[in-house]
């Protein structure tokens, strides 16, 4: 044997006893490097997908200062966020992640709250990315074949219906892709991991070469923009509301930096996890930052007009495209997008269908004898095809309305997140000094304010985000319209209703957190199930 299968068998080893001590077996292929641990964080961020897909969030509400400014301001604080949960990751690398942490640190009642935003969470996610994706292909295949005028020619179809119709296609490539082994999907996030940075390279470049004319550099930088209604349309400092609207436009930034959980859920098929999952997650997160502010910047110097802008609202970064430079180029550029956002899609689907499965593995979700199961190849494809249903379910009301389907997908994905990542980092500081549990990564005394500031901030954000986007969606508002509705906290009121209430009703009798899988002979049985791979070594690399 050569030293370097030494090497990688010793990692397997520490590996498969870490989780062996957490304890679960090694059902799922550890297959991953350090890099495509990152890499699936940083796809799912996708800078190429939700910078530019709600790009007109930011653009309506505080306008390019808010898309600029807003964009650091925001990347800061979901770094510290990553931070955060790095040092728990590095300490319970395990494919529950968020709710398993949330037991060790706290109890099965915090396990199980945590659980249900981070699953439910990531469904929202999911659907947001895929129609996101959609919206964005659709306006592609317009440019291509008169997409549109095609899906009503032959179905009757309207545009929101066809902009559905082409998710459903998307999520269900997206699923099947999963189905395979996770050499495949961890081969496809290195590339979606290349082709986002080569992708924006290109963009940036195209962008500061070819259009004619560009925006000045006070325009880009201080430039402000309320199209919501709230204070009569005002854009003046001074102005109270005029702050809470372009708080409002950090849903840009903040929807597009989630996902980089999908490191900790992936930490089971991680090679060196304790180690790796910390790092994946707050690197994905800077790198994101920095990759997306400069293509943040390139796309707003590009804008032909505020107004233009502004009456081309729903697919904003198309026409600045097209109207800077052509159309031709136009369809270049949404074709490295459109490719980024399905590998997006696709990674999301991976992470989001671990959670599942691991929350499952526990008891947690309703048929999880089902979504716990694992195929030969090591996948567990039921877990997969159930976020595929649930996110594509999520989006139905998009066929009636786009703003309420995809907006409110974006807010519930946002608080829904968010809520699960800082629970067990409350947990952790709670704990403070006492917590010694071994880990790889960690954040030393740094600890007391990093978690602090991350708690403070996920308090202001969803206070923020279930606010209405428009005067109009406001019950009391004189034009109010049910289309312009926020309907995230009634659909968090009617999540808390049912499963608080299934907790106090029955869960928290038979809930008791992660379950260990068996005693180490139980668990080198489960593993002996799976076929061992070529050369002879078992899953696990003994």
């Known amino acids: 044997m050569s030293t370097e299968e030494q090497a990688v068998r010793h990692e397997h080893s520490d590996d498969e006893s870490l989780l062996h001590r957490l304890g679960y ?4 292929f550890r297959g991953m490097g350090g890099f495509q641990n990152f890499a699936i964080s940083f796809t799912i961020i996708s800078i190429l997908a939700g910078c530019l897909t709600s790009y007109s969030v930011g653009m309506e509400h505080g306008g390019p200062s808010s898309i600029i400014w807003g964009w650091l301001l925001v990347g800061l604080m979901s770094t510290i ?8 990751a590095s300490a319970y690398p395990t494919a529950g992640g968020l709710y398993y942490w949330a037991s060790k640190l706290g109890s099965p009642g915090w396990g199980w709250a945590t659980g249900w935003f981070n699953l439910i969470g990531q469904v929202a996610v999911t659907a947001a990315i895929g129609y996101g994706l959609a919206t964005f292909g659709a306006v592609f295949l317009d440019f291509e074949f008169g997409y549109y005028q095609q899906m009503d020619d032959i179905f009757g179809a309207s545009a929101n219906a066809s902009i559905y119709l082409l998710y459903a296609f998307f999520m269900a490539c997206a699923c099947l892709i999963n189905f395979f082994h996770i050499r495949v999907t961890a081969g496809l996030n290195t590339i979606s991991a290349y082709w986002h940075m080569a992708g924006v390279a290109f963009i940036v470049a195209v962008l500061i070469f070819v259009p004619d004319k560009h925006q000045s550099l006070s325009y880009v930088f201080t430039e402000t923009v ?9 854009t003046s400092w001074g102005n109270p509301t005029f702050w809470f609207v372009w708080g409002l436009g950090l849903l840009l ?20 996890a304790s180690r790796m ?9 800077v790198a994101s930052v920095i990759f997306g502010w400069i293509l943040l910047l390139a796309v707003t110097f590009a804008i032909p007009s505020t107004q233009g802008a502004l009456e081309n609202i729903g697919i904003v970064v198309p026409w600045i495209w097209e109207e800077s430079m052509s159309r031709t180029w136009a369809e270049i550029l949404l074709f490295i997008c459109v490719v980024a956002q399905f590998f997006c899609l696709t990674a999301s689907v991976t992470s989001a269908s ?19 199961r694992v195929a030969r190849n090591r996948i567990p494809r039921y877990s997969v095809a159930g976020i595929g249903i649930f996110s594509s379910a999520l989006m139905i009301p998009a066929v009636w309305n786009y703003l309420v389907g995809y907006f409110a997908g974006t807010a519930i994905a946002v608080i829904g997140l968010y809520i699960a990542f800082v629970l067990p980092v409350y947990l952790r500081l709670r704990k403070g000094d006492s917590w010694d549990e071994p880990r790889a990564w960690s954040l030393g005394r740094h600890y007391k304010w990093v978690d602090t500031v991350s708690l403070a901030w996920v308090g202001i954000i969803t206070v923020l985000f279930i606010f209405p986007l428009y005067t109009a969606g406001l019950p009391w ?6 289309e312009l509705t926020n309907y ?6 009617g999540i808390g209703l049912i499963f608080g209430g299934w907790w106090v009703l029955s869960a928290r009798r038979w809930f008791k957190g992660p379950i260990r899988m068996g005693t180490e002979e139980e668990l080198d049985r489960i593993e002996e199930r799976y076929d061992r791979p070529a050369g002879g070594a078992s899953p696990a690399g003994k």
Not at 226 to 234: A, E, F, K, P, R
Not at 258 to 263: H, I, K, L, N
Not at 488 to 493: A, E, G, K, P, S
């Open 25 to 28: 077996a090694q059902e799922l």
């Open 81 to 88: 966020i990553s931070l955060s949960m790095a040092e728990i």
């Open 226 to 234: 309320n199209n919501s209604g709230y204070g009569g349309g005002t």
């Open 253 to 272: 930034a903040q929807y597009t930096i989630t996902g980089f959980d999908a490191s900790a859920h992936t930490a089971e098929e991680t090679q060196r």
């Open 277 to 285: 999952a910390a790092t994946g997650m707050w690197t994905s997160v």
């Open 354 to 372: 671990r959670m599942m499965f691991a929350f499952s593995r526990d008891r947690a979700v309703p048929g999880h004898t089902l979504w716990r």
């Open 477 to 482: 508002s004189d034009d109010f319209t049910w």
């Open 488 to 493: 995230t906290i009634l659909w968090f009121l």
